[in-house]
């Protein structure tokens, strides 16, 4: 059971707008910037989003992240193939002084 | 180029000892926070371990706390991760992964090896 909760899948067509949740607490996500990373199998994750919005340089602007209160979501504009892969979210949590992932949501393309 | 190598995963018997590594390269380890990461087979990821970087500031996972240990030596650019009392469930792949950002709370693991694989089996 993951501290922070997602969905365990997401589905959208191509060049559709799919968003992916986070739900978390006051302990983590109500307190703490939220990071989303992306991950195909068999290969290391990549940060795609930090500080709840920012993303890293190289990561297209159709990966979009936000915040309010204790949940996060990650949006992926004009959905494409090659996205159909793993997401995980995290944040640090002040009560476990550590940081935790959601449960990973593998996302479909249609 | 950027780079995280890890190395020293195995086949290990329970209760056995092992120490990963990650070398660093590209970039200037020591301006660095740097964390541990596994995944088991099949499972999402599950963070382990976060070192600062002069190592004053440590934190485990509850599921790793007090059998596994995490260290760093600057002048070598690596990072290490002791296991000890290794169990069936410590199965899975191990990233070491560079923090981006200047304090743990901050979050943001950018840069990423490409992992080693732990098995716990007799």
């Known amino acids: 059971q993951s501290v922070l909760t997602q969905p365990p899948s997401a589905s959208g067509t191509p060049g559709q707008r799919v968003t992916i949740s986070c739900s978390g607490s006051s302990s983590n996500v109500g307190s703490n910037p939220v990071s989303w990373y992306q991950q195909f199998l068999g290969t290391a994750p990549k940060l795609l989003i930090y500080s709840n919005n920012q993303r890293p340089s190289g990561v297209p602007d159709r990966f979009s992240g936000s915040k309010s209160g204790t949940s996060a979501s990650l949006a992926i504009s004009g959905l494409q193939s090659e996205d159909e892969t793993d997401y995980y979210c995290a944040a640090w949590d002040d009560s476990l002084n550590g940081r935790v992932f959601g449960g990973g949501t593998k996302l479909t393309v249609l | 180029e950027v780079q995280l190598v890890e190395s020293g995963g195995g086949l290990v018997q329970p209760g056995g000892s092992l120490r990963l590594s990650c070398a660093a390269s590209?970039?200037?380890?020591?301006?660095?926070?740097m964390n541990w990461v596994r995944q088991a087979p099949g499972k999402g990821l599950e963070w382990l371990s976060y070192?600062?970087?002069?190592?004053?500031?440590?934190y485990y996972a509850d599921s790793v706390k007090g059998r596994f240990t995490i260290s760093r030596d600057n002048a070598k650019n690596s990072l290490y991760l002791q296991m000890n009392s290794l169990r069936a469930e410590d199965t899975a792949v191990y990233f070491c992964a560079r923090d981006r950002a200047a304090t743990a709370r901050e979050g943001g693991m950018d840069v990423w090896g490409q992992g080693t694989t732990v098995i716990v089996s007799s």
């Open positions: 070192i600062n970087r002069g190592s004053s500031h440590i």
């Open positions: 590209g970039f200037t380890f020591r301006t660095y926070d």
